[in-house]
């Protein structure tokens, strides 16, 4: 039972690999105007509840009339299908889904993401105009209207909003405080005129700037020259006459269209570029509507307008179906001797341990001819398991016809019902030579709706491969005739893709050990797995190995331990219950005389109400060639995640088996926000890949590793709150911060929210829109009735038993009318800030404040270790030897150059940016920086070798021509030749390389040399003696005024007698004193 449990963890090990691939979307089409095949699913952990069905229907009705008057009646949804998650009822309306899977959906329907909460979002890690993985809505969000359309508006608009993401690669166009990256686009800039605006598009949205939290005007920072960071832009809804644009403020009544370049169109939509948001950042300043026109739906004239009498979709209602899948196996001569015994060995692994019970298997094989050795059954027995494995081929014939084994699986399929969403796991090494073809068969594949998955068993597999399961919605592997690992990785994917699993592989690692060497090595069992944890040794042939473990602990598991389990071919070690976290050290040795070959896999599985972290990887492209004026370079993504949240700062390294000679290539992914890497801190790691050495298939397979404890993730607080002032003591206000709205229409300051009599105060954290909260004291009845304004004590319970706490909470004390605010962000401790900071952890987060102004925190992660595969690509037209030496590559563009301050005294302005490669985002550091500047935005976008260069000696700090490695952040601080009124210069540069290669110019920023005073600070005591001193001042002054009169009015009462007495000198009436 032991060997089967083992086999059991090698299923479940390898299961978690299929998630290692970025599923594909689901192809949606536009065709005369008209969008189809867009796919909604709903996760099977959702409970049943129809009216998220109905509403999806509303939004989506909603949504397609929104679109197709924002697109200038171009677009609309006309066919949607909705995936209905096997848990739920089975209803005659239902159809059959095929291809339709959750991982493959458009539009997910899933718990929310706790940085996000219900707000609607779309996870992108492509550059602009790439079209991002999937759109995230909560049932909250749908099912709830009237609490959707309270904080994003029209969910109809919203929809379209995150279909600019989604369809089009656009990004927002408003300021930003992302709280997964801390990377921020500034709310408001100084326009290269004069002037500070709010961040946005277009510059006719009409309203007003405050303090976020006081509602007060806002104040100039002298150190950026635009706003205080506290200050947001609040839209007049009434006044406002701007039309748009779609992905700055599409709550608005007035907002139809997306921004335009075109000097001729509708002047209140017309493109800011001059905004530092992060869609004139990543699109070089290009606008909505020209990124839009370049995208397929619309190049070349594609789709144009067209009057419909109907915008209403035509929805679809799909439910999954239980696992079904034929293996379509190999038994050509091609696969006699190792890859036939390899093949054998994971196939019969597959079906022992993988394939859970009530799942229905079969199996063909294809030589000459095809044949059906096992009809599909439903696996429900030790017995089923047998009678299928004794089906897996053991002999091999003459011929390879590919076509006659993908009918054959077909019809498989039909014998036990529909075949739509059935699995064919086609495995082959070699070419078809036997007809019908790969091509012949394709459109019954596609019409039948049948997934095929693919595994290229060796270089000389066919070329179709990759092609065919593609268009059948299928994942595509690559394993070397002796990578038994890669071959287990593609079974297993293939299952976990259909049938789920939650299993974690923790190491997947094949290694040779020479005779009589011990080979040492350890892996990390995290907190957020530890269930069912089991260690598989297996090898081919040759003698058994030994092994010996170590647990954290430091108790020792030997051969005779009850944990130990050794068959012919494998070696199991379980662990009951939970297995303690921490470092578990394993050695094998080899006894016998010749090399042994051992593959090690270790599995966990998480613990109960815990998200583990996983990882999935993908490549930018299945083929490229290398010969066309397209790209020489692939993208490689890795997402480290725990549930929805990243995971940052991991160790992630790509390893890449090249074609040939199997010689590898090891990169280190990265999530810094340049180069290939979009976002930074997005638990989205990535690279470039240069290093093409010949035609044919590169396999890619990623680790993950936190040995060092370098990772965090990202957690997110979220309470009630009830405030006490049974005392009559309390002062200040409480603020609640929300999380970063992306969309959503901003809050204005809160005034006053009380409750009976000022006594009690209770408000909840709303996560999804930007802002705050905040909840200001009432007065307070005196002992006679009258009002007093006397100080409050304030208590704070925190309730977070329904477990869905986000945000925190930050209490500040009366410091006085006036008295500066201190930012949440800058809160250190309570003494020092006189705060009360109360946070709820739903990941065991610390209970700390994070930095960058963002309500979600980064909680340490212990060690672990991960490991998955990326599938593979293709490359033609490599040059024979491989790529040419000669230095043609540019350095990447720079994407985040940013003003990080500025000096009226000094007249300098400190710039950084994070520095490229060499050659795009690798190799060594690039030769030197172009840094350009001007006084006029147009000038420097349009003219970027005509501008002015910054030259040597206007650098104060830093280097220009000796850039960091790439990866690095650069700084260096600049003197500007002017200073005063409207003065403003803006920036942009591009990094070049030995050969003078250069990149395309970064985006511009803007920064303000005109002098701004600061603000005046000054702590209680200094203000108690101005104050006092003020007063006694003003109390004097009345004194000396009264008596003055009072002087005044006895002097006119009292007339003088006549003297007796001769005049005096004094007396006379022309005489004038000297003094």
């Known amino acids: 039972m032991a060997a089967m449990r083992c086999l059991l963890v090698l299923l479940f090990a390898v299961v978690w690999c299929s998630e290692a691939v970025f599923t594909r979307p689901y192809e949606i089409k536009l065709q005369n105007n008209e969008y189809t095949d867009v796919l909604i699913a709903i996760h099977q952990d959702i409970p049943e509840d129809m009216r998220i069905v109905e509403r999806l229907k509303e939004i989506l009705t909603e949504a397609s009339e929104e679109l197709y008057v924002s697109t200038n009646s171009r677009a609309f949804f006309k066919e949607v299908k909705i995936l209905i998650p096997k848990t739920w009822s089975k209803k005659p309306e239902y159809l059959p889904a095929g291809t339709e899977t959750f991982e493959r959906a458009n539009v997910r329907v899933d718990v929310p993401n706790a940085l996000y909460g219900d707000n609607p979002y779309v996870q992108q890690k492509g550059a602009c105009g790439e079209e991002g993985d999937y759109m995230h809505l909560t049932p909250k969000y749908v099912v709830d209207k009237q609490y959707g359309q309270a904080f994003w508006g029209p969910q109809g608009k919203s929809f379209v909003h995150e279909w600019g993401h989604l369809r089009w690669g656009l990004f927002d166009e408003y300021g930003l405080d992302d709280p997964a990256s801390g990377q921020s686009y500034p709310h408001f800039y100084r326009t290269s005129q004069g002037g500070v605006r709010p961040t946005g598009c277009s510059a006719w949205v009409a309203g007003t700037s405050k303090h976020m939290v006081t509602g007060a005007p806002c104040r100039l920072d002298p150190g950026t020259g635009v706003y205080e960071s506290e200050c947001r832009f609040y839209p007049d809804e009434q006044t406002n006459r701007a039309t748009g644009s779609y992905m700055f403020m599409q709550f608005l009544s007035k907002v139809t269209s997306f921004c335009h370049s075109d000097p001729t169109g509708d002047p209140l939509s017309y493109h800011n570029r001059e905004a530092p948001n992060k869609h004139n950042s990543l699109c070089q300043g290009r606008s909505s509507w020209d990124v839009m026109t370049q995208h397929t739906d619309f190049a070349n004239g594609a789709n144009p307008p067209r009057e419909v009498q109907s915008t209403v979709p035509d929805f679809t209602l799909l439910q999954e179906d239980d696992f079904r899948i034929v293996l379509v196996l190999d038994a050509s001569n091609s696969m006699r001797g190792e890859p036939l015994r390899r093949l054998i060995q994971v196939a019969t692994r597959f079906i022992r341990s993988t394939v859970y019970f009530g799942s229905s298997v079969g199996l063909v094989t294809f030589a000459r001819a095809e044949s059906l050795v096992h009809p599909v059954i439903r696996v429900d027995s030790q017995a089923d398991r047998d009678s299928l494995v004794a089906a897996v081929p053991t002999t091999t014939n003459g011929g390879t016809c590919i076509g006659c084994g993908l009918l054959k699986g077909v019809e498989a399929l039909e014998a036990v019902g529909p075949p739509e969403g059935g699995v064919l796991l086609l495995v082959t090494d070699g070419r078809e030579n036997q007809d019908p073809r790969i091509r012949d068969v394709m459109p019954e594949l596609i019409r039948k709706r049948v997934i095929v998955a693919t595994v290229a068993y060796s270089q000389n597999a066919d070329a179709t491969l990759e092609s065919l399961a593609l268009q059948t919605g299928g994942p595509s592997f690559y394993a070397a005739r002796r990578d038994s690992a890669a071959l287990d990785n593609a079974f297993t994917a293939t299952f976990e893709a259909t049938a789920g699993g939650k299993a974690v592989k923790l190491l997947n690692q094949e290694r040779t050990i020479a005779a009589g060497q011990t080979y040492t090595n350890h892996v990390y069992v995290d907190n957020s797995v530890g269930a069912n944890t089991t260690f598989c040794f297996y090898w081919l042939d040759g003698s058994r190995p030994t092994v010996t473990m170590e647990t954290p602990l430091g108790h020792v598991i030997t051969e005779g331990s009850p944990l130990y389990d050794v068959t012919s071919d494998t070696i199991t070690v379980e662990i009951p219950g939970t297995a303690t976290p921490g470092k578990w050290t394993y050695n094998i040795s080899n006894p016998g005389p010749g090399d042994h070959d051992v593959i090690t896999i270790v599995t966990s599985n998480p613990l109960p109400d815990v998200k583990p972290i996983k990882v999935k990887a993908q490549v930018s492209a299945v083929s490229l060639d290398y010969s066309s004026s397209g790209p020489n370079a692939l ?42 890497d979009v976002t930074r801190n997005d638990g989205i790691y990535s690279r470039y890949f ?44 409480i603020v609640i911060r929300r999380g970063a709205g992306r969309g959503a229409p901003p809050v204005e300051p809160v005034t006053a929210v009380t409750a009976s009599q000022s006594r009690w105060i209770t408000a909840r954290g709303r996560g999804g829109a930007s802002g705050y909260i905040v909840i200001r004291r009432g007065a307070r009845r005196g002992p006679t009735g009258g009002t007093s304004h006397g100080r409050y004590d304030v208590s704070v319970t925190v309730d977070n038993s329904e477990g869905n706490a986000s945000g925190y909470i930050v209490m500040q004390r009366g410091a006085g009318r006036g008295a500066p605010l201190v930012e949440p962000d800058k809160i250190k401790t309570l003494t020092q800030h006189g705060l009360v900071i109360v946070l709820l952890s739903p990941f065991r987060c610390p209970t700390s404040i994070g930095t960058g102004g963002s309500n979600v925190q980064q909680e340490p992660l212990e060690q672990f270790q991960r490991m998955t595969t990326g599938g593979v690509f293709e490359v033609q037209g490599v040059p024979s030897g491989g790529v040419p030496t000669r230095d043609t590559l540019s350095p990447s563009r720079v994407g985040d150059l940013a003003v990080a301050g500025v000096s009226y005294a000094d007249a300098t302005v400190t710039l950084r940016w994070t520095a490229s490669g060499d050659d795009f985002d690798q190799g060594g550091p690039a030769h030197r920086v172009d840094l350009r500047y001007g006084r006029h935005l147009d000038q420097l976008a349009d003219d970027f070798p005509g501008s002015s260069p910054v030259n040597p000696s ?96 006895f002097k006119k009462e009292i007339k003088p007698a006549k003297s007796s007495h001769p005049v005096s000198a004094s007396d006379n009436p022309s005489y004038v004193p000297t003094v």
Not at 648 to 653: M, N, P, S
Not at 704 to 726: K, P
């Open 635 to 676: 993208r490689i993504f890795a997402s480290v995640r725990r549930g929805y949240l990243p995971v940052v700062g991991a160790a992630v390294k790509v390893h890449i088996e090249k074609p040939v000679d199997g010689r590898g290539e090891e990169l280190t992914l990265l999530d810094n926000g340049a180069g290939a």
């Open 690 to 733: 240069l290093g093409f050495s010949a035609d044919g298939r590169y396999g890619v397979s990623v680790t993950v590793d936190n040995s060092e404890g370098a990772a965090s993730g990202h957690c997110r607080y979220g309470v009630s709150v009830t405030v006490d002032n049974s005392e009559g003591a309390a002062s200040g206000y």
């Open 954 to 1049: 206007q650098v104060l700090q830093g280097n220009l021509t000796s850039p960091p490695p790439p990866g690095h952040v650069q700084t260096v601080v600049i003197r500007v030749p002017a200073r005063g009124d409207n003065v403003t210069f803006v920036f942009s540069l591009r990094m070049c390389d030995e050969e003078d290669n250069c990149g395309p110019p970064s985006n511009i920023v803007t920064s303000n040399l005109e002098y701004i005073p600061g603000p005046i600070r000054a702590d209680n005591t200094v203000t108690w003696v101005v104050v006092g001193c003020v007063i006694g001042v003003a109390v004097l002054a009345a004194i000396l005024v009264l008596l003055y009169f009072k002087v005044c009015r």
